[in-house]
């Protein structure tokens, strides 16, 4: 399909979202390539879907019927210069960071100036945008250990809030469904380069015995504080498969895609997990179709 414009210039293509997902599967859907507020504001006139890295993600094999929205030009750029106003020797709050910055090269570049805070997010696959949207991170950080100031966009306008605006925990910050992170300011420690990367090698330890191939990230939540994978492990159903996808052999808590695996492969393997479990699991992946945004 040719590329159409909308009224307010933004590139509209239909194109199919696997080519969005770190897991390689989804079916079609019309995707708006969003560069500002007002094109935002624009393409959230209708039914809509955010789609950042693509991971955390499955998208049925039929794709979605509303619009996808990628946020890029200047809504995936980033400012880290100190805000003189906000910042001490000690803690610096920067200027915006786009909701579509890609969070492993944003963590990559705190390192290098010596910026403390967001280094337990090391090697996750997001854009900031979603990593806020469901505090995304690992046993050694969150997106909100670093965040100062967070920019919505509403079906009413655009606001800025706090985290201590907002009832966040674990892999969930309490922004609504309907409410976009375009932007956001950081708060860092100052440290040094040498000591962020160490925090940031010592976290990516646990990233070791994860699986190389393409994969949505972790399939569950650990329930109360006990290992998914274990519990997945313990059940004797590492290494199963359904079609062209796998409960990786590396970690049970992972399903990966050998080559062509279908969302179909994929929700079907969830559901056997679920039936061989004993303990209930929630899902850590979002599905598409489910919800969307009115």
């Known amino acids: 399909m040719t590329a159409a414009v909308s009224r307010s210039g933004t590139r ?7 080519r969005f997902t770190t897991l390689g599967v989804g079916g079609e859907a019309e995707v708006w390539f969003v560069t500002s507020h007002d094109a935002l504001a624009e393409a959230m006139e209708r039914p809509y879907r955010i ?6 993600l499955v998208i049925a094999d039929a794709g979605v019927p509303e619009r996808v929205l990628r946020l890029s030009g200047p809504l995936a750029e980033r400012d880290l210069t100190p805000d003189p106003l ?3 020797p000690a803690r610096v709050v920067t200027g915006w960071v786009g909701g579509g910055v890609p969070l492993p090269g944003l963590v990559r570049q705190l390192q290098k100036l010596g910026l403390s805070g967001l280094e337990g997010t090391v090697g996750i696959p997001a854009q900031v945008g979603g990593a806020v949207w469901m505090n995304a991170g690992t046993r050694y950080g969150e997106m909100f250990d670093g965040l100062h100031t967070i920019e919505l ?3 009413e306008g655009t606001r800025q809030v706090t985290p201590d605006d907002l009832p966040w925990g674990y892999r969930q910050s309490g922004i609504p469904r309907n409410h976009v992170v375009s932007r956001v300011r950081l708060a860092l420690t100052v440290s040094t380069p040498d000591a962020v ?6 976290a990516d330890q646990a990233r070791r015995g994860q699986p190389k191939m393409k994969t949505p990230g972790c399939a569950f939540k650990n329930p109360g504080g006990v290992s998914a994978g274990q519990l997945i ?4 159903l590492k290494g199963t498969r359904i079609g062209n996808a796998l409960i990786a052999p590396e970690h049970a808590n992972f399903i990966v895609n050998l080559g062509g695996a279908t969302a179909a492969d994929v929700h079907a393997l969830l559901d056997t997990v679920r039936a061989r479990v004993k303990v209930p699991l929630e899902l850590e992946y979002e599905l598409w179709p489910g919800q ?3």
Do not use: C, I, Q
């Open 12 to 18: 509209v293509e239909r194109l199919p979202l696997s």
């Open 51 to 56: 789609l950042g890295g693509g991971s955390n």
């Open 86 to 88: 906000l910042s001490t």
């Open 153 to 155: 966009v509403t079906p």
């Open 197 to 202: 990367l160490a925090k940031m090698d010592f």
């Open 233 to 236: 492990d313990e059940a004797g």
């Open 292 to 294: 969307a945004e009115p």
